[in-house]
Nanobody, 121 residues
């Protein structure tokens, strides 16, 4: 069983930055791909970024490429999402997920409870 707890969300002005963290329990953290998804009000959940177990491979949605960076610290069982140059359209609940490398929700078995990110214009 893996439990995921996100933190770091909040309110920020457009152009600002936030860093989300996701702390994972369980001994298999370093073997699991980790990802961030987001869901805005009235919209479907969408893929944001993913990172392989070793951290050597990452992949981003086109909408965040060049602005967001996913990273992980396997010694701390934590994955991060550094978000720069934030836009109002980045406003959403951000979810951390653990599973196999991919861009679809079904790739990930375990999910966190989400953290709200609000970007004001």
């Amino acid at each position: 069983q893996v439990q995921l707890v996100e933190s770091g969300g909040g309110l920020v002005q457009a152009g600002g930055s936030l860093r989300l963290s996701c702390a994972a329990s369980g001994r298999s953290f370093s073997s699991a791909a980790m990802a961030w998804f987001r869901q805005a009000p009235g919209k479907e959940r969408e893929f944001v970024a993913t990172i392989s177990g070793s951290g050597g491979t990452t992949y981003y949605a086109d909408s965040v490429k060049g602005r967001f960076t996913i990273s992980r610290d396997n010694a701390k069982n934590t994955v991060y999402l550094q978000m720069n140059s934030l836009r109002p359209e980045d406003t959403a609940v951000y979810y951390c997920a653990a599973g196999t490398f991919g861009t679809y929700g079904y790739n990930y078995r375990y999910w966190g409870q989400g953290t709200q990110v609000t970007v004001s214009s």
